[in-house]
């Protein structure tokens, strides 16, 4: 088997028990033909010697930033690197690495590469369990790092629970999966929307929705991890996915002013945002105070930023929207199909349990005039992204064959 044939694979291995486990899986590595590259922090030295793992990798393990025979080996080994993979990741690692902090090579590596990141973490329970690394974890994968969940068994020291590094088959099944992501989007520019638009009241009070923008950033996540340069203009304050150009919005206004900009020069416009339909025809620069009545607000529309791109959209641009429907989700989404001259959009029924707003699970239609309706069934939004992204990809080949 040589299923990772030339894939020049960085081992990064931290300080904890797991560490010893961390031998079998560079033996695997190699044995499945990878280059495996071992980067080891002072720490997992007390748990296995650097010898076992040179012996068994495919170079000798590198711990140090400062006594490479390389000048810079953090960015030599991130940007040679077609993945990395850490195993055991422990609770200081992820830190570091949400952070940003590069305290030593392995963290450093981590920062300076952009090839995909798939993290074992391996701890006692209480640790896995406690907020602060569950955020860690939150972040890393909302930025696109790959995490190989722990699983629950025998402890250090006696104990049983969740915490125990995930089996090395889980692990190069990840490798394999992360590694076969297609790169089909190399070269294609895309702006993707995200979260529901406010618009201002007063100086303290908004008209907003209930988007949360996870499936807009699972779709920038995804489409540059496939390899598209992505604008993500976002009204959610979250960490942008890796590699992605993030512009911060609020009104429909502004969402429109940052889209059309950056449309001049996309290839692809996916709408992902809930943008309000209706905003105040008059902001108060005050706060409204309770003693002067009910106050009396008057809505007018937001412009319509689809609909707008639809009618100037340049030969080959593909234009995606969302419909988030409550009743006739099909006949509802074809409707705005056709009205906003789109070339796909992603049909959801957000009255269904797991589908849509706030879930980190969606299951969507997708309808477009070049192929027959898609089901996307109830899976991570990641999943449904990657769904989404092979239907335009399909969308651009047949738009490029009847040039
Ligand atoms: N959209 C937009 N600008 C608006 C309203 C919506 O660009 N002012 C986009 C959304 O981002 C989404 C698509 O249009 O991709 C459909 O949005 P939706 O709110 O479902 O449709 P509407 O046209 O607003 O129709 P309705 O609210 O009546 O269902």
């Not at 001049?264 to 945002?273: G, N, P, Q, T, Y």
């Amino acid at each position: 088997m040589s299923q990772l044939a030339s894939r020049r694979i960085v081992l990064g291995v931290s300080g904890g028990i797991a560490a010893y486990k961390s031998v079998e899986l560079c033996r695997r590595l190699v044995d499945l033909g990878a280059h495996v590259v071992p980067v080891m922090t002072a720490d997992a030295h007390r748990f296995i010697g650097p010898v076992t793992l040179s012996a068994l990798a495919s170079e000798p393990v590198h711990t140090s930033l400062w006594d490479d025979a390389s000048v810079i080996p953090h960015t030599q080994l991130g940007q040679t690197a077609d993945i990395i993979v850490v195993a055991p990741a422990t609770a200081r690692v992820l830190s570091s690495y949400a952070t940003g902090s590069s305290e030593d090579l392995l963290t450093a590596t981590l920062i300076a590469t952009r090839a995909p990141v798939v993290v074992c973490p391996a701890m006692h329970t209480e640790m896995w369990e406690h907020a602060a690394v569950q955020d860690n974890i939150k972040i890393l994968r909302s930025r696109g790092v790959h995490i190989v969940e722990p699983e629950t068994g025998r402890l250090a020291g006696g104990d049983v629970g969740a915490g125990r590094l995930a089996s090395t088959e889980r692990i190069c099944a990840e490798i394999i999966r992360v590694l076969g992501i297609s790169q089909d989007l190399v070269g294609v520019d895309i702006v993707v929307t995200a979260g529901g638009t406010r618009e201002p009241i007063d100086a303290v009070r908004v008209i907003a929705n209930r988007s949360s923008g996870k499936q807009g950033y699972a779709v920038a996540a995804v489409a540059a991890q496939r390899g598209a340069r992505v604008t993500l203009i976002t009204t959610v304050d979250r960490v942008a996915p890796v590699g992605v150009v993030e512009i911060q919005v609020e009104t429909a206004q502004q969402m429109k002013d940052a889209v059309d900009t950056a449309a001049l020069s996309a290839d692809v416009v996916i709408m992902a945002a809930a943008v309000a339909d209706f905003r105040p025809v008059i902001r108060a620069d005050q706060k409204l105070k309770k003693a002067d009545g009910i106050p009396n607000i008057v809505l007018e529309p937001t412009p319509d930023i689809l609909a707008s791109l639809g009618q100037r959209k340049r030969p080959g641009q593909i234009l995606v929207g969302f419909a988030a429907e409550t009743s006739s989700l099909v006949a509802h989404a074809t409707a705005k199909l056709t009205s906003k001259c789109l070339d796909l959009i992603v049909a959801n029924d957000v009255s269904a349990l797991g589908v849509g707003f706030g879930y980190d699970t969606n299951a969507v239609v997708l309808l477009s005039p070049y192929a027959p309706p898609v089901n996307v069934a109830l899976a991570d939004k990641h999943t449904v992204a990657h769904a989404l992204l092979d239907s335009v990809v399909e969308i651009r080949n047949q738009k490029q064959e009847t040039k």
